[in-house]
């Protein structure tokens, strides 16, 4: 189950970085993402919430293909040229 939901959001989170055309409220989505690969973890401010939590700073990760369907879907298309 979990797969299906990684993929679904996947699906979503790369319709919403081209174009939206399905007018989908990025604010109405309510479940998480899936994982350390959504582009929103690209660029992150950690270590707030006081002292014990470390220093602000920036910080991201690096974002790495997880599957060959993924690699498949986020290709740009080849042209027909």
Known sequence: M???H???SAFIDAHLLHG???NIDP???TWRG???SDRALRQ???GLGGKENGYPRESGFDISVASEVMA???SP???ST
Do not use: Q
């Open 2 to 4: 979990s797969i299906a």
């Open 44 to 46: 992150i401010v950690v």
């Open 77 to 79: 298309p080849i042209s």
């Open 34 to 36: 899936g994982g350390v």
């Open 20 to 22: 939206n055309k399905l």
């Open 72 to 74: 498949i879907l986020a």
């Open 27 to 29: 604010l109405s989505i």
């Open 6 to 8: 990684n993929l679904l």
